[in-house]
């Protein structure tokens, strides 16, 4: 399968932003629609990128965006609802409207990024809602697409261990919500890979890969794990099932940007990882501890010099 341009959803953020500097490393055309330029301008360095103005859930404007293009990639997703219907506007319904938007362009090649604990029966509606998505690109008929379903991903510039990092900072006891839930951390780095190996190949047509690391660990383990590479002797003091619910509200009910919710608490009470026969098609996973000492980086340019790395420069 030839293909050559793609229009990346969700590019800004922090997957989309190495992502497409591989792909603009790789000498793909890639247009990225952005409700402000001037919020992704790190982009613009990149040869082959065009960011461009757009309301992506505006059908008529995702089929503009769409024509012409070989292949479309939705990174969209929220963490946190800001509005009682977010999750399914953004998990949901825009699934909806890129799977229409790409019959009607006759783009028939779409990569979607779901998340490895995706389930319809899940107490938290963001995994409810990730599963009703994913399902919807599955079922598309007629488009030839590949689901992902990544772990907790970790890197320069992501919003997990590094919100640790920045709370160890802060007192020398840190309570710790579902200490116990497990994770099997996947890097950045690969899943921008597995999205770009994918794009040619026939062969992960109709497929759903779940992507993780080497290798599981319990919240507790990570958060002191990130502790002893930043240096600060920290006790980290693990709450009880009863008191992360109540700590989650707690936080829920904090002004500006949100650290949990009770729907993050539901979510944790599922293992996120993959199954023991879990394949690795995109090659061999980063070790965690070979790469965290990002987190100890805080010269404000270490994002651009990681989209350089990743472009091979």
Known sequence: MTCNSICVLGGGGFVGSHLISLLAARGYRVV???????????????????????????????QSLFTGMDAVINLVGILHES?????????????????????????????????????????????????????LVREARDLNTTVFRPSVIFGPGDSFLTLFAGLLKLAPVVPLADASARFQPVFVGDVARAFADALALPETFGQCHDLCGPSVYTLAELVNLTAATLGPRRRILPLSATASYWFARLMELKPGTKIM????????????????????????????????????????????????????R
């Not at 409700?35 to 505006?58: G, T, W």
């Not at 938007?101 to 963001?126: E, I, N, P, Q, V």
């Not at 990002?294 to 989209?307: N, Q, S």
């Open 32 to 62: 990225v629609p952005t409700r402000r330029r001037a919020r992704i301008k790190h982009l613009l360095v990149l040869p082959s990128v065009e960011v461009v103005e757009a309301d992506i859930h505006d059908p008529a404007a995702l």
């Open 83 to 135: 509005r009682p219907d977010a999750f399914q506007q953004a998990h949901v319904e825009l699934p909806r409207k890129i799977i229409a938007a790409c019959m009607a362009s006759g783009t028939r090649r779409l990569l979607h990024m779901s998340a490895l604990g995706a389930d319809a029966t899940s107490k938290s509606r963001y995994q409810q809602s990730k599963s009703a998505g994913e399902a």
């Open 261 to 312: 919710t009770r729907d993050n608490h539901y979510a944790m009470l599922t293992d996120n990882v993959c199954q023991d026969s879990c394949a690795q098609p995109f090659g061999t996973p980063t070790a965690l501890e070979s790469v965290i000492g990002y987190l100890k980086e805080a010269d404000p340019r270490r994002d651009y010099m990681g989209f350089r790395t990743h472009a091979g």
